[in-house]
């Protein structure tokens, strides 16, 4: 912008400063300041006995990469079993929104206080490109809304860069929606298996 | 239908079938452990089903156009209605536009009863 031209004047508004913020809104109650989350003990890199209490993930090799204070980072190693296009070798897109799926629960359980049942409400999930054959796939999940009975999620999986994103999504999530209890809390140690 | 299906290497990794019921097509998706999410219910895990809706919208697509290119998927969203047990889950698709060049197709998977649905999915393709 040249010395001469003025600039455009800046109006702060609420709104704005809500899209300048790329952190997730953090599950923040009334009654304390800092969150403390029930699996706080357990942020950071991955531990390989993170995904043995779901089956499923298990069985695709999803692997926890990170977690965080409201979100979680999981991959999906390449095999060609997890193939839906066999022309161009292509991993199938079900196989990207069970990644993302996984992720956003996970994302949800490290965005609560008090760990309760997770359900998927709705999921959308939009293809911007191919996955390159080959590459493992990672997704990142932000949790950025927590309410009494709904948690909302956003996210993208990548296979090179992040920031060159092939995949990204947007879900929302009942809480507590059924008695059968957080099948998270078995991570807590020495807690949680016999609850229900 | 069988042999595109034989040919999806995911559709074998989650066990889909296709079966004809008065005419109308299905794809099948019969239980087993593995593909589990919450085991404490237990629960079919919610990216099996989503995955399961989207195959089947493949297939009818690629039922319906006879085409050799698979379809890409641009936009998949999916429903989550009721928790799904341990049992078959099976779904039917229906191609609501087939466009030139786009296809959005809605499909609904049901277990036990078919006026019980488990999960709805509503897909756009690229043909």
Aim: with cysteine; hydrophobic share 40%.
């Amino acid at each position: 912008m040249g010395a001469g031209s003025p600039e455009p004047e800046r109006v702060p508004t609420a709104e704005a400063g809500a899209l300048a913020s790329t952190s997730p809104r953090r599950y923040n109650p009334a009654v304390s300041d800092e969150p403390r989350y029930a699996l706080g003990f357990m942020f950071g890199p991955g531990k390989p006995d993170m995904v043995s209490f779901t089956p499923h993930a298990q069985r695709l090799g999803i692997q926890v990469v990170e977690t965080g204070p409201c979100f979680a980072v999981v991959r999906l190693p390449y095999r060609t079993e997890l193939i839906g296009d066999p022309g161009r070798k292509v991993i199938f897109g079900g196989a990207i929104t069970t990644l993302l799926d996984h992720a956003s629960g996970l994302a949800i359980a490290c965005s609560l206080e008090e760990l309760r049942a997770i359900a998927t409400i709705d999921l959308r999930v939009d293809y911007l490109r191919a996955a390159e054959p080959g590459l493992d796939l990672t997704g990142r999940i932000d949790c950025y809304r927590v309410t009494r009975n709904v948690a909302f999620v956003r996210g993208t999986a990548w296979d090179r860069r992040p920031d060159d994103p092939f995949a990204s999504c947007m879900g929302s999530f009942m809480l507590g929606a059924n008695p059968a209890g957080s099948p998270f809390t078995r991570l807590i140690p020495g807690d949680g298996t016999e609850q229900s | 239908m069988k042999a595109v299906l034989d040919a999806i290497p995911y559709a074998r990794f989650l066990g889909v079938d296709t079966e004809q019921v008065d005419g109308v097509w299905h794809c099948v998706l019969p239980f087993q452990d593995g593909l589990v999410g919450n085991p404490r219910l237990p629960a079919i895990h919610g990216g099996v089903l989503g995955a399961f809706l989207e195959l089947t919208a493949l297939l009818r697509l690629v039922d319906q156009g006879g085409t050799e290119r698979v379809p890409k998927p641009i936009t998949f969203s999916i429903d989550y209605l009721r928790s799904a047990g341990p049992v078959t889950t099976r779904a039917r698709a229906d191609i609501f536009k087939l466009g030139r060049r786009i296809a959005n197709v809605h499909v609904v998977a049901w277990q036990e009863d078919p006026a019980r649905p488990v999960a709805s999915g509503n897909g756009k393709f690229l043909l």
